[in-house]
Nanobody, 115 residues
Framework: QVQLVESGGGLVQPGGSLRLSCAAS????????MGWYRQAPGKQRELVAT???????NYPDSVKGRFTISRDNAKDTVYLQMNSLKPEDTAVYYC?????????WGKGTLVTVSS
């Protein structure tokens, strides 16, 4: 079993930045790919960013160039640096991790982009 706890969400103005963190309850060296997803009100959950155990990253066009995912295996933590935030980035952001064929999710952290 893997517990994932997200933090760092909040209210930010358009154009601002936030950094989300996701701490895992097990060694990140035993985790494969990790990722961030988001779900806006009335919409389906969508991919935001993924990072493999080797550090390869993937982003959809909607966030490419603005968001950066990284992981610190020594701290069992994955990060999402979000810059140039837009109102349409408003959503609950969820952390995701794969380990030994199982997929785990955190409970999410709310990001609101508004003036």
């Amino acid at each position: 079993q893997v517990q994932l706890v997200e933090s760092g969400g909040g209210l930010v103005q358009p154009g601002g930045s936030l950094r989300l963190s996701c701490a895992a309850s097990v060694s990140a060296f035993t985790i494969g790919a990790m990722g961030w997803y988001r779900q806006a009100p009335g919409k389906q959950r969508e991919l935001v960013a993924t990072i493999t155990s080797g550090g390869s990253t993937n982003y959809p066009d909607s966030v490419k160039g603005r968001f950066t995912i990284s992981r610190d295996n020594a701290k069992d933590t994955v990060y999402l640096q979000m810059n140039s935030l837009k109102p349409e980035d408003t959503a609950v952001y969820y952390c995701n991790a794969g380990r030994y064929g199982m997929t785990y999710w955190g409970k999410g952290t709310l990001v609101t982009v508004s003036s």
